[in-house]
């Protein structure tokens, strides 16, 4: 019996692309990189940690990245946390899990203050039990992070579904031993991984329906 729901923030609570993008390409402008970036690059800086991000999506030296996660950070907690919104029928959805009985968590990469700040902003904290994000020293795998989250709970990783839109998603809930949900409408996963034997989420209200489903349809 699925007992809790744990989202992650980008890609499947809210689309943040809006700020995260526009931060990101102003911390490398501020590092002197003048090149253009397709959104397809853009879309790689959503889902690992911070560090991570950098060099994937913009191929970063070691040497830059400390200053590179200085600027983002500063910029970002300025004014990119503002360039979000929740996903259509997000709200909805939160409410009526939480009218199902379940029990609410974000287990998310984004560092933990920003987390809580942005669920504030978007009018939804009120809705969670528990927020955990990473670390400044990024040091907090995401089975890590959903595991701080599950001890809040205090729920067993069988009785809890982990919700989000990339492999570092579904990495983390099997580290920690929780059921996994994709969703195709974020940044990672797309409507084809359904395939390969995951339960996927084409939209937020999608969600719901499928836990109702793992609990044989008693909630």
Known sequence: MVKAALFDFDGTL??????????????VRKLGITREY?????????????RDCFRIAFSLDEEYLDDALRIYRE????SGRFGMHLYPGMKETLEDLKAMGLRLGVASYKNEHLVKACLEYLGVAGLFDSAHGSSLEEDLTKGDIIRMTLADLAAEGDEVVMIGDTQADQKGADEAGTLFVGVSYGFGFQHRDAENGILMASSPSGIVGIIRNMNGGMI
Not at 41 to 50: A, D, K, S, Y
Not at 75 to 78: A, I, T, W
């Open 38 to 50: 397709s959104d397809e690059e853009l879309r790689r800086f959503v889902g690992p940690p911070l």
């Open 75 to 78: 910029e970002y907690d300025r």
């Open 14 to 27: 809210a689309d943040s692309s809006e700020g995260i993008f526009r931060t990101a390409l102003l911390t």
